[in-house]
C-alpha cells in the first residue's frame, strides 16, 4: 500500500467512514439481482484488488499489504433493495446518504454495490462505494468503465476463473512491508552522483519560484492576523450521520461562460461552488464583506496510461471569496489563485513531493493520520473534487446511464465536501454534510444552480454589447465618404 493509501486507511473512524462512491441513475427495465451478480464476477478480474482484503503488519513495523481474500463471496458486496414511494429524487438520496453513512467492513474487500429498484418513470439504480485507501476519483472513473459497457448489447462474458493466491503469514508479510519501505525511497532518490549534482541549482531554483507563487496561500494560513475570516461552523467534531444532496448544471453553461468571461471549467465551477456558501451564510447570518471558505482542492498528477488503483494526486488551497457579491468579481479572483497554483506547482514535480510520504516510517504516518482525523482543523473549511466523466453513453445490462452523482467523505474536522462529476453533457455536484450540523445543506445546492445562472446571465451581456457600442461599431465600420466630386459627365 502506498503512503497515501494508507493515510486515508488510518483515518477510517467510527465518525469518519473513509470510502468515496456514486449513485448511477439508469433507465429500465431492472435487472435480475442474479444478472448483476454475475456481471460483476466476470467484470471483476479486471479489477483485482476487488478480490482482495487488507493485511495490517504487526507493530505497525510497515505499511498494510494487500491480499487475496481466500472466503471472498460476492454476494456479500452485491446487495439489494427498493425505494419508498414515490420513488423520487429525494428517496434516493436519503436511501444513499444512509447507505454512504455506514462504514465499510474492513476485514473483508473494502467495497460495496447496491442494486436498486422502485424509482419513479421506470428507472433504477446502482450505489457503489469503495474505500479510498483503494481508489482515487479518477481510478474511480476507470472502474466505473470497466464495469459499465459502450454498447447496450454487450457480448457474452467468459465465467470468471479465478482463485486466491496463498496468504502470505504474518512475518512474511511483515518483512515484505519492511523492505519495500526501504527499497522504495531509495528509488527515488538512487541516481548518479553527477545527475544529483547537475540537478540541485535547478531544483531550489524551482522550489523557489514555487514558494513564491504559492506565498499567497500559505501564508495567510501560518501567520497569525494575517487571515480572512472564515465561517467556524464548517469546522468542528463530526457525528456518525451524513446528509447527501445533488445539483446539477450543464456543460453548454459552462461553455458559454468561460467563453464570454474567461478561466476554465474548474474556475467556473468553483465560482458557482462559492455562490452556494454565500447563500448558506447569508442565511445563518455569519456573512461577513471580507469572508471566504478556505477549499482544499485534490488535482491528479496521474500519467496517461497510467492504469493503477491507488491514490495520485497532490492538493492546492483556494480561498473562496463568499463575500464578494458580484458574480464576475467572485469569478476572477478564483481564476487569479487558480493560476496562482498552477504556475507554483508546476515549477516542482507534484509526483516526487508526494513521493516523499513513502520516507515516513509507518507508525509516524499512522500518528499523523489519525491525528488529522480528530484534531480541530481550521486551515481548511472545505474540499472540492472534480472528476471528469465518459464524454459517451454507457449501458449496465442493456440499461441506459442517464444520471451519475458522486459521493465524497469529509473528515479531519471538515464538516463539507463537494464532488463534481461530468457525464455526457452534466456536471453533477455531489454534496456531502455533517447530518447534525447542516440541516440547511439545500440551500447550497440551490445557491450553486443560482450561481451558475447569475455567471450565464454575465456572460451574455458581456456577449451582448449596447445599443450605443453597436452604433458605435456601426459608424467605425462605414466606409468613409470622400471629398473629391465625381467627375461630370
Known sequence: MSAMDAMFYYMEGDNTPMHVGSVAVLEGPVPAYGDLVRLLSAKLDRVPRYR???????????????????????????????????????????????????????????????????????????????????????????????????????????????????????????VASVVEAFTDPLQLVHRPTRERLRRIPLTLGSLAYAVKELAPQLIPQIIPGRNQPTPASFNGPLGPNRRWVWTQAEMADVRTIKGALGGTVNDVILTA???????????????????VVRSLVPVSIR?????????????????????????TTRLRLVREQMDRNKRGMGAVDAGAIIGLADFAAPTLLTLGARSMSSMPNRLTQTGTTNVPGPRVPLYLLGSRLVEAHPYVPVFAGVRIAVGIYSYLETFSFGITADFTSFPDVDVISDGIRAGMAELVVAAHARDTPSSATKAAARKKARPPRSRISSPRA
Open 52 to 174: 482482495q482484503v487488507i493485511q495490517p503488519v504487526p507493530l505497525q513495523l510497515g505499511r498494510p499489504v494487500w491480499v487475496d481474500d481466500p472466503h471472498f463471496q460476492i454476494l456479500y458486496h452485491v446487495r439489494h433493495t427498493s425505494l419508498p414511494k414515490p420513488g423520487g429524487d429525494d428517496q434516493l438520496r436519503n436511501l444513499a446518504g444512509r447507505i454512504f453513512a455506514q462504514r465499510l467492513d474492513m476485514s473483508k474487500p473494502v467495497w460495496e454495490a447496491w442494486l436498486v429498484e422502485g424509482l419513479s418513470d421506470g428507472r433504477w439504480a446502482l450505489i457503489n462505494k469503495a474505500h479510498h485507501c483503494m481508489i482515487d476519483g479518477v481510478a474511480s472513473t476507470d472502474l466505473m468503465q470497466v464495469i459499465f459497457d459502450a454498447d447496450a448489447t454487450p457480448g457474452d462474458l467468459p465465467p470468471s476463473t479465478w482463485e486466491p493466491r496463498p496468504a502470505p503469514t504474518t512475518l512474511e508479510a511483515a
Open 273 to 291: 461552488i462559492t455562490r452556494g456558501y454565500r447563500d448558506l451564510l447569508m442565511e445563518r447570518g455569519e456573512l461577513l464583506p471580507d469572508m
Open 303 to 327: 500519467k496517461p496510461g497510467d492504469d493503477r488503483l491507488d491514490n495520485q494526486v497532490a492538493s492546492v488551497v483556494v480561498d473562496l471569496p463568499v463575500g464578494e457579491a458580484d458574480a
